[in-house]
């Protein structure tokens, strides 16, 4: 059974020897970020001691497609359709009464920068931030939970900026203040990856109570307790929440800040959250997400790349897999692998994939014996199978993406598609060369 707190899941990778644990005290300002992003995703970190600070703090839980798999108990190869299935069958969440996180109960005197590290990340950022709280709030219906990240900056007190740039969010809130009302909102710190990896779906696209597709990806149903001070439910076993309001017709400035794609975004007026509780576990362990690190990158590409594969199913049924590339920022660069029946497959395939998604910029197909996620193998059916006169296109001025410069300073993003898969009647000429028996080959055996 994969774990459904963070206690247990640090303790599993402890004995597994996949923990580093780092005992030499660690200044949450730029060195924290600093020896996170050392690690290039590849660890689960615990920094023991943080200046200034009592209590651990954990980040990089879901830096890899092995960790991010391994933390819900299934193999990478299984995050996309396991991700689909929890999507088309969610699992109902458990009410309970008394939880872990309300084991301490903070509500008057909130004064947030003291109570858990809050880290400054790149030179240029306006000040210190949240960036991992799991934001939930009520859904449209008034019904469903909405769960989504959004980064939080430590203002005055128990009072946060917050950043939201999804239209149906912002529109959400809008109408909250169109009514001079606050919208209540929880924000749960230190939980699992597979609550992170199913907040990233798209919420306009699926619909779907997040906390039910979590439950589902984990296979047993999460628990939920009612807030103390909001009419919302939270994680029952996240090490933190903090309860809040979103105010109606307040804004403070928020930014520059290092963002997604390795620049910094401008400044511009943000809502504010007011705290008005803060509940925690016993010993509590802090948690947090790099920006612009693969742990950020990962549940969005993941969830990018859902939504690919059902816009070019409906016009290429033979699509294998699609995989967005981390060095294409997560969601810029796509590569698609298909079984070609029809000539055109391969084009029509791109134009389905722009179509579903606004940001992707250059996006790739390739036949079924290429290995997508080895950029060599691409690059070599790029250099081996395309003419770039005949397969390769470009549709100038169509959307992008709001966090890419090159978008931002000419307001439009060009599409670049490239087609490497083989003529089909040529394809007798493009049989890869084989040695048979390589694939039981063991070096060691020879030695
Ligand atoms: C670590 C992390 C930080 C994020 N920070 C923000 C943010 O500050 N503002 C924002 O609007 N979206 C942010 N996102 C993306 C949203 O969480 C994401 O768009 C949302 O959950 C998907 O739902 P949506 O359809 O409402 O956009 C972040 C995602 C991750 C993984």
Redesign the pocket.
């Known amino acids: 059974m994969a774990e459904t707190n963070i206690r247990a899941l640090l303790g599993r990778w402890e004995q597994d020897g996949r923990l580093l644990r780092i005992r030499r005290e660690v200044d949450p300002r730029y060195e924290f970020g600093a020896v996170v992003k050392a690690d290039k995703g590849q660890h689960p970190l615990l920094f023991e001691r943080i200046k200034g600070f009592g209590v651990p703090m954990t980040a990089g839980l879901g830096g890899s497609k092995e960790l991010l798999a391994d933390s819900m108990g299934m193999a990478p190869e299984d995050l996309l359709p396991d991700l689909i299935r929890a999507i088309v069958t969610p699992l109902p969440t458990r009410s309970v009464e008394r939880a872990p996180v309300h084991e301490n109960v903070l509500t008057r005197g909130i004064s947030l920068e003291k109570l858990f590290p809050v880290c400054t990340y790149h030179a240029e950022d306006s000040g210190a931030y949240y ?2 709280g799991v934001m939930v709030v009520k859904g449209e219906d008034g019904r469903k939970r ?6 939080m900056q430590v203002l005055e007190g128990n009072r946060t900026g917050i ?4 239209p ?2 912002l529109q959400q809130y809008r109408e909250y203040e169109a009514r001079g009302e606050a919208m209540e909102a929880a924000f749960m710190f230190g939980v699992v990856p597979a609550v ?1 990896l199913a ?6 696209l699926f619909h779907a109570d997040k906390l039910e597709v979590a439950s589902a990806l984990l296979q047993q149903p999460l628990d939920v307790v009612r807030c103390k001070t909001i009419d919302l439910e939270v994680l029952a076993e996240a090490e933190v929440v903090f309860e809040g309001r979103i105010l109606p017709g307040v804004r403070e400035p928020e930014g520059p800040f290092g963002e997604l794609g390795g620049y910094y975004g401008g400044q511009s007026d943000q809502p504010v959250v007011e705290i008005s509780a803060v509940t925690y576990r016993n010993q509590p362990i802090w948690q947090t ?1 790099l ?1 612009a690190s693969y ?2 990158k990962l ?2 590409a993941i ?1 990018r790349e859902i939504a690919l594969l059902s816009s070019i199913r409906q016009v290429v049924p033979g699509v294998l897999d699609v995989h967005i590339t981390l060095g294409g920022v997560g969601r810029y660069h796509a590569v698609i692998r298909i079984r070609k029946t029809q000539e055109g497959d391969g084009k029509t395939a791109l134009l389905a994939a722009f179509a579903g998604d606004k940001d992707l910029k250059h996006a790739v197909v390739v036949d079924e014996d290429v290995n997508l996620f080895d950029p060599l193998d691409v690059e070599w059916a790029i250099a081996t199978r395309v003419q770039a006169d005949l397969d390769l296109f470009i549709v100038p001025g169509a959307k992008g993406s709001p966090l890419e410069p090159s978008h931002n300073l000419r307001g439009v993003s060009a599409k670049m598609g490239i087609d490497a898969t083989c003529p089909l009647a040529e394809a007798w000429h493009y049989r890869r060369t084989h040695i048979p028996g390589q694939d039981e080959i063991r070096l060691e055996d020879y030695l």
Do not use: A, D, F, G
Not at 199 to 204: C, E, L, N, V
């Open positions: 960036v991992s909405y769960t989504s990240i959004r980064r950043l939201i740039t999804s149906e969010l992170v907040s990233q779906i798209s919420t306009h997400i920006p742990e950020e549940p969005m969830s």
